[in-house]
């Protein structure tokens, strides 16, 4: 699997269906951190995801302490807004893990602080907005990370 795209406390269904379709389509393993803002049988996850969530590659952690102490030492590229390297300058790797915070405030700051390295942004180019729907910035970054590999 070229890649690991991971959503830390994912707060809306319709955007974890489409970055699970994405994952499906890119040969991505779809990591979920809870607690989920909906259920996973939510029907609005299933409409986005449409007949394909079955066939998604999908790991469910507890919290971020399970997920982060279960892949230790992996390379990681974290995306904020907080970024100040732009993610054409993450170094792709295959199996590389992408990590996503919840839709409403990013990733905590706890995280963003432990892994100042590796933060990373998607450039904006208007003052009006202070960040991307999850699901289009997924999209960039995973088919970015597809066209270095």
């Known amino acids: 699997m070229p890649f690991n795209i991971v959503l830390i406390e994912p707060e809306i269904p319709n955007n974890t269906g489409n970055i699970g ?37 999908v790991i469910i952690y507890e919290n971020a302490d399970d997920f982060f102490s279960q892949h230790k030492g992996k390379q990681m590229a974290f995306l904020s807004s907080h970024g100040k390297k732009n993610h054409w300058d993450i170094p792709f790797k295959d199996d590389m ?33 202070r960040s991307l729907n999850i699901a289009n910035a997924v999209s960039i970054v995973v088919y970015e990370g597809l066209k270095h590999l």
């Open 21 to 57: 379709r994405l994952s499906l389509g890119t040969g991505s393993t779809l990591h979920l951190v809870k607690p989920f803002g909906f259920e996973l049988s939510d029907k609005r996850v299933k409409r986005a995801g449409l007949d394909y969530w079955q066939h998604l590659n």
């Open 97 to 129: 893990f992408f990590i996503f915070g919840k839709e409403s405030v990013g990733l905590s700051k706890s995280i963003l602080e432990k892994n100042k390295e590796q933060l990373y942004k998607i450039p904006l180019y208007s003052k009006h907005i």
